[in-house]
């Protein structure tokens, strides 16, 4: 009988297909979470922290808290309204929703995909420009907890920031 590993066969999920879509906790009632445009790259890291006790048995591990942080590093749009808005959030320490999905994996339900919910505040929020490149504008996000796993929804123009969709011909109702 022949043994195939499996991994040979596992396709790599492409980084422009793992989208976040971020809000103003205020703004759940009124306002659908929103991408950032021209995004270059994401970062999710978790660290925790561990102590080290010397005892006569050898060196006992304790572990901290589990920290999570989130990065964005984007072009800057013109006249991007999302970017202003998350720099006065971060200025009036403002509770942030962050939402992280995962276009390769699809959800029961339409424009549903996998994904992870998060809440946190701004914490970095740097604006560099030279004379050679664009604006580009870097966020880092230190999160409240580890976030929860479940299944988000991104809308149709939401994951045409990750691809192209199909367009017909006729004008756009």
Known sequence: MLKFDLQLFAEAVEGRKIVYLYRLYKDAISAEAQGI??????SRSI?????STPTKDGTVRTLGIAEVEI???SLLARGDEMIEKLEDAMVNGELMEIWEANLDEPATGADRF???????????????SNSEDG?????DFGING?????DVTVTKLQQEMADYVFADT???A
């Open 146 to 150: 580890t976030g929860q796993r479940g």
């Open 71 to 73: 990065s964005c590093t």
């Open 170 to 172: 006729q004008p756009v």
């Open 37 to 42: 445009a021209f995004t270059t790259e994401n």
């Open 114 to 128: 996998k994904g992870k919910y998060f809440q946190g505040y701004l914490t970095s929020f740097e604006k560099s």
């Open 135 to 139: 604006v580009e504008i870097s966020l």
């Open 47 to 51: 660290s925790k922290d561990a102590e």
